[in-house]
């Protein structure tokens, strides 16, 4: 880390005493463990035009929220360069849900991990909304945010797909609070239990499809394991075209 920056972090949390790059990175960002004398942090770094903006939401996402409402890190300081972002928040010490499947050795513990999982987040989808959202806004919103990645060519998604989505658009459901990338890559596991959400750049009122569509997604192809998941998900079970609609179609685009 250049001198420079570890000033401005120190400005912000005190003398640093160690630095650590983090075993499992993201795809969007860098990040490392930094301890001071007091406590450990999580320094997630971007460069790219796009990742900046998504670390910005982000750090408002994580302001917003009052620390201990919601399961998220705690937010300290949001620096930004001429050539980077740099988002400070609390460390929590677990392993994404991903690794701990992978690290997992046998069935019941893979089970137990996703039934908490699906437990957690329909806890989350039943908190009550910071702000009350008309149906379908927030998709009309990713439709626009897809639009624009697609002309600029930063989607994997085209804009035929983007057509086919705007005219078949799934029927409406009640909007709630959703995490808005809610992969397994993308919760924390603490002590065997899922425990808190990272990476919350969309976190808003929105669709709770599209969270349950990314949830499930790694182990769709498992009855078992889908089975364990809506054992703890108890609100909503989506059906195989609202699952194609979000993961394979929605999806695509971010
Ligand atoms: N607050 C945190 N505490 C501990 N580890 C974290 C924290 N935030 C992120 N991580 C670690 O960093 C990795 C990448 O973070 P993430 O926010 O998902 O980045 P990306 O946007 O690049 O996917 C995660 O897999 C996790 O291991
Ligand atoms: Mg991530």
């Not at 009309?140 to 002309?151: K, M």
Request: hydrophobic content about 35%.
């Amino acid at each position: 880390m250049n001198q420079s920056l570890k000033r401005k972090i120190e400005a912000e949390i005190g003398k640093i005493t160690a630095i650590k790059r983090m075993p499992e990175q993201g795809c969007t960002s860098v990040v490392f463990r930094l301890e001071t004398v007091e406590q450990s942090y999580l320094l997630k770094s971007s460069f790219k035009d796009r990742y900046r903006v998504w670390l910005r939401s982000e750090a408002q996402v994580l302001q917003k929220f009052e620390y201990g409402s919601t399961p998220l890190p705690a937010f300290y300081a949001f620096i930004e360069e001429e050539r980077a972002s740099h988002l400070i928040m609390s460390y929590v010490d677990g392993i994404s849900l991903t690794s701990a499947l992978n690290q997992a050795g046998s069935l019941s513990i893979k089970k137990t991990l996703i039934t908490g999982f699906g437990e957690f987040l329909n806890q989350f989808h039943e908190t009550e909304q910071v702000q009350p959202e008309k149906e379908h806004s927030w998709l009309e919103h990713q439709f626009s945010l897809a639009s624009s990645y697609v002309e600029s060519g930063q989607a994997e998604g085209d804009m035929k797909l983007l057509e086919y989505m705007i005219s078949n658009k799934p029927k409406p459901v009640r909007q709630t609070m959703i995490h808005g990338d809610c992969t397994t890559d993308n919760v924390l596991v603490v002590k065997g239990k899922v425990e808190v959400f990272i990476d919350v750049s969309g976190m808003t009122v929105g669709d709770p499809r599209y969270d349950e569509a990314l949830a499930i997604s790694k182990f769709h192809e498992q009855p078992v394991l889908k089975e364990a998941f809506y054992q703890g998900y108890s609100r909503n079970r989506i059906s195989q075209t609202e699952y194609e609609y979000f993961e394979e179609g929605l999806y695509m685009f971010f």
